[in-house]
């Protein structure tokens, strides 16, 4: 087992304890805007797919490359939209007060 | 490590931090949004750093960088036009969907490491690595299992468990092939084995979630993001990227969490839920509500009286309300309640929608103020406190059967609806819920039930509370 691999398994291992301790603490609540962003989070694979371009000097790897750019994209800009757009709503107050309002279109 | 590499390497370490800084953020509603944006900061830094590696490296060719810019562009649009356009009740389809691009982003990173290597140094063994092997087998596994998944959610594909002869059987199969081929990978390095392992579990992510009942979702979609999550680990093992990999055990430890919180709220095990079988209403024994049992119905004018002089009405909303697009209809009757100075809460069963946390997104949306929106330990002590409690398109997390011992719901934890002084029921009929037994709570004395639409019943109650009241 090489240097690098024990390093990263480390890595992995402490981040996996690090995400149980802060998850553990969002409330249910929030649970479906977690669960986004952590999908949006897992978009890092962007910078995966983006490093095939390094090497990709074939017609396979070009298409690997452009489809797995294609998918992560997707992943990230979505995901952190998506998120942003649900978490606006949660508002301390209904806006206007008590008192029926206006449908908010925002 | 030179000195340039070593610095990537630190940005992406920076980028890390913020994923772990916004996720922190997200422990309240308040902090939630700047916990979203710190994340969002990350990974521009992690994905401008790894644009400057590219740079720096220089063997990026014109045809390289087309097809990287043009796929990660032509992404880019699909994501954000889905996001803006998606409605809140299409998010479980929606963030399963993403589930399935990530995973298969990251197996095809490994797909084309794996081939690279290969093809560079052809026949040397120890080319193949665990992690090579581990994500494309779970990324392959996440990409066609969260389709089937975002299929079942959305109604493409029948919501009822498709279950067949021998379809157990298959399961195993497939599994043994992926794993076999990955293990003889290990002793020859062989691209159609490659090929033979992304197949077969490609083949087993379908087989896992076909037979899986609409009911079981939010579970299977909690699953689905551990595995997306440990696959971009393992890609991030694959490329000794630690961005990758910190991100990844993030989003597996989320993934985790969430689904033994569901599991739990449903009181099922894992192991049960994938092997299938619920939702069917074929293994549930019956719980007897007897025949001669009493059942009040209840018009609105009288559910009206009820409301407009109680001083604290609880709300009980399960997924029929959100089914018949009632949250702007409750959010209206709860705003006319509340300028009565009477204290209406909503009472969240951990399970009530399609995904964890669901319902509260739903409510949101509805502009009920976060603070209303109370979670099932924090409530359940209110119960007995309340005059009503209103129990809108909600069933088996309602039913008092669950304390007792010997039925299909035995030991789930329950809403304690049956504590408020008196209980409002809408619903369209007696049908029986997902778990297939008749809900006792129907027949306690003090709950009437109001057989209608949600929506409609929600109008009619505000219409007679508001004409009862001037």
Known sequence: MSTALVTDLTIFVLALLVGIEVIGKVPATLHTPLMSAANSIHGIVLAGALLIGVTAHSVVGYVLAFIAA????????????VTGRMLKMFRRRTPGGPVPTQKNES | MSSFTATIQLVYVLAAACFVVGLHLMNSPATARRGNQVSTGGMIIAVVATLILLIHDGTVTGIGWTVIIVGALLGSVVGLYSARTVKMTAMPQLVS???????????????????????????????????????????????????????????????????FKGGRVLNAVLAIVAVGAGVFMFTTASQPALLIVALASLAFGVMMVLPIGGADMPVVISLLNAFTGTAVAMAGFVITNWALIVAGALVGASGGILTKLMADAMNRSLWNIIAGGFGTGDSAVPVAVAADAQIRSIAADDTAIQLAYASKVIIVPGYGLAAAQA?????????????????????????AGRMPGHMNVLLAEANVPYPQLKEMDEVNPEFARADVALVIGANDVTNPAARRPG????????????????????????????????????????????????????????????????
């Open chain 1, 70 to 81: 294609f998918f992560a994209a997707a992943n990230v800009v979505g995901g952190y939209a």
């Open chain 2, 97 to 163: 969907m993403f589930n399935a691009v990530g995973g298969g982003a990251a197996a095809l990173v490994a797909v084309y490491g794996y081939m690279h290597d290969e093809s560079t140094r052809a026949g040397v063994l120890g080319t193949t690595t665990v992690s090579t092997v581990l994500d494309v087998i779970i990324g392959s596994v996440t990409f066609t299992g969260s389709l089937i998944a975002a299929g079942k959610l959305q109604g493409t594909i029948t919501g009822q468990p498709v279950v």
């Open chain 2, 327 to 351: 949250q702007h209809a409750v959010a209206e009757l709860a705003q006319v309640l509340e300028s009565r100075g009477i204290e209406v809460s909503y009472a969240i069963h951990p399970v």
């Open chain 2, 407 to 470: 039925n299909a719901i035995s030991g789930m934890p329950i809403l304690d609806v049956d504590q408020a002084k008196s209980i409002i029921v809408i619903k369209r009929s007696m049908a029986s819920g997902y778990a297939g037994i008749d809900n006792e709570l129907y027949a306690n004395p003090k709950t009437s039930m109001y057989f209608a639409d949600a929506k409609k019943a929600l109008a009619e109650m505000t219409a007679a509370v508001k004409t009862l009241v001037g």
